[in-house]
């Protein structure tokens, strides 16, 4: 067996969504000092690789903490679509339903599908939220209308960046569909069924949550 980690380390440099916060990370107190080292952190539940709860974006959603632990494990598959955009020539950055043939025989299989856009090559850099590959409103769709825990990329957001209305959000969310955000690393994902994990803090109300996300092989 094998792990492979999905996961952007945060501090506080990393990106955010336009408009948020960044995060802060403190030494409240330094080994030297009184033995021990600890640190405080102000962030924001959507910072770095996280988890979206419909309750962020569907008014009277459920929190993170309303679903049983097994809603955030599974069956995963990763979809490569890199080629499309680091190949020599970029394409539209519209992903369409047509970009997610590989799925069409094996989805209602799968728990979870991590859809791999090479963009967190970006990370750290202004490009990373310039511009984002997204979902068409008929890939969405045909995502939402499977059975899946959840729907994970590696962009700052499943939607566009200028969306004002953030429509695959709703499509997903409020079929109790979880969105993670800004994974790494998932050109190392195997190519067959692997288990995925996404575990979020566990605290009450959550609107979503840094998370640890990783591949089990």
Not at 120 to 139: F, Q, R, V
Request: glycine residues 8%; charged residues 25%.
């Amino acid at each position: 067996m094998s792990l492979i980690d999905f996961t952007h380390r945060i501090d506080n440099n990393i990106p955010v969504f336009p408009g948020d916060n960044p995060p802060e990370l403190i030494p409240v107190v330094l080994e030297g000092e009184n033995g021990y080292r600890e640190t405080s952190f102000r962030i924001t539940s959507h910072t770095g690789t996280h988890i979206d709860a419909p309750s962020h974006m569907i008014p009277g959603g459920k929190m993170l903490d309303d679903f049983p632990i097994d809603k955030f494990t599974g069956p995963g598959i990763t979809v490569d679509l890199s080629g499309k955009w680091f190949s020599g020539v970029r394409g539209s950055l519209e992903i369409t339903k047509d970009d997610l043939a590989p799925l069409f025989s094996r989805i209602d299989n799968i728990d979870f599908v991590l859809i791999h856009t090479g963009w967190s090559n970006y990370w750290g850099k202004s490009e990373y939220t310039d511009e984002i590959p997204y979902l068409s409103a008929e890939a969405a769709l045909f995502l939402a209308e499977h059975r899946l825990k959840g729907v994970g990329i590696d962009t700052i957001s499943i939607d566009r960046i200028d969306s004002p209305v953030f429509s695959n959000h709703a499509v997903f969310l409020s079929r109790d569909i979880i969105v993670i955000e800004n994974l790494t690393n998932l050109d190392k994902a195997p190519d067959e069924l692997f288990t995925f994990f996404c575990m979020p803090l566990y605290y009450k109300d959550a609107d979503g949550s840094p998370t640890r996300a990783f591949g089990l092989n």
